[in-house]
């Protein structure tokens, strides 16, 4: 099995931020790389007021926090991936533009590297056959924030190899993420549940019931940490949309049509608490 010691990520956003941080805090070496360098810029700066605060609430030492930015290097050009034994990419959900990055990857990347997407939609067996090493491309699947969150969704294409499984794994744990096996389906395991039932809490609001008595009927009925709706202004009631649409399209069945009192708010421009307004004003 490949031992893994340095990962390389790729996109430096909301996700590719947070998991270059934990791998860089779990004593990986790491890149991260981003084709908008003020996007790289903002990443790092993100990651580097994320370990300030922990420092300061003493849940890491000044010493960790020094030794994950030692772990870290912001990378001026693709070419440096070539010191990496795993790359995450967490680029932009788009197949072309996915599949453009893994193909460039490939013959940068040293033969026995693993290649891994974070992606919510795409199919891993489609982006390892547009490889020259489709048996070491696996889905890597972080939640979002990720340094909070405990899971990891590994997700096998048809040609992934037990070793590619066993090694992505391996490090996913030594990150301190728990993982599940998925099948490569759309939603994997976790939106495939979790969306339909935020669509469903909407078609609630849409026949008249109010957003706070859906939210709290979920949070005191089935001990939620947080109600549906809250949930999906947090996630983006635009990204909710976006999954809900693949789930229709791809798995063809009425059940994962979305509401559409969605569509609508997401034609105001009501996504949530990132634009101020979504079930509840912020
Ligand atoms: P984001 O928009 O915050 O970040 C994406 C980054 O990719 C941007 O900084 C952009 O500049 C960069 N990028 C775009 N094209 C690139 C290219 N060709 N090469 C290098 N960098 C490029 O997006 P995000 O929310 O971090 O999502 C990233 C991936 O993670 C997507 O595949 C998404 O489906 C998945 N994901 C998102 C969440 C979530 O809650 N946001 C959760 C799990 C998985």
């Given at each position: 099995?490949?031992?893994?010691k340095t990962v390389g ?186 969306c339909p039932m935020l ?74 608490k990132k634009t101020g ?6």
């Amino acid at each position: 099995m490949i031992d893994i010691k340095t990962v390389g990520v790729i996109g430096a956003g909301q996700m590719g931020a947070g998991i270059a941080q934990v791998a860089a805090m779990s004593g990986f070496k790491c890149f991260l790389w981003d084709a908008n360098r003020a996007a790289l810029e903002k990443g790092m700066e993100g990651i580097k007021a994320q370990l300030k605060k922990m420092v300061e609430k003493e849940k890491i030492s000044a010493e960790q926090s020094s030794q994950t930015l030692a772990n870290l290097t912001p990378a001026k050009a693709l070419s440096e991936y070539a010191a990496c034994d795993m790359v995450v990419e967490a680029i932009i959900e788009n197949l072309d533009i996915k599949l453009k990055v893994f193909a460039e990857l490939d013959s940068i990347l040293p033969a026995n590297s693993l290649l891994t997407s974070n992606t919510s939609s795409i199919s891993i067996t489609r982006l390892a056959a547009g490889t020259k090493r489709p048996d070491k491309v696996m889905g890597a699947h972080f939640m979002n924030p990720v340094p909070v969150m405990k899971l990891v969704e590994l997700i096998r294409g048809l040609q992934t190899s037990d070793e590619t499984y066993a090694a992505v794994k391996a490090a996913s744990e030594k990150m301190g993420k728990t993982t599940v096996l998925a099948v490569d389906s759309p939603g994997f395991i976790v939106n495939r549940i979790l969306c339909p039932m935020l669509n469903e809490a909407v078609y609630l609001v849409q026949e008249g019931v109010k957003p706070e008595d859906v939210d709290n009927g979920m949070k005191l009925g089935t001990n939620q940490p947080m109600g549906p709706l809250t949930l999906a202004d947090f996630i983006g009631l635009d990204t909710l949309l976006y999954v809900l649409r693949i789930l229709h399209s791809e798995l063809g069945e009425d059940k994962y049509r979305p509401c559409p009192l969605l569509v609508k708010y997401v034609e105001a421009g009501w996504y949530g608490k990132k634009t101020g307004r979504g079930f509840y004003k912020y």
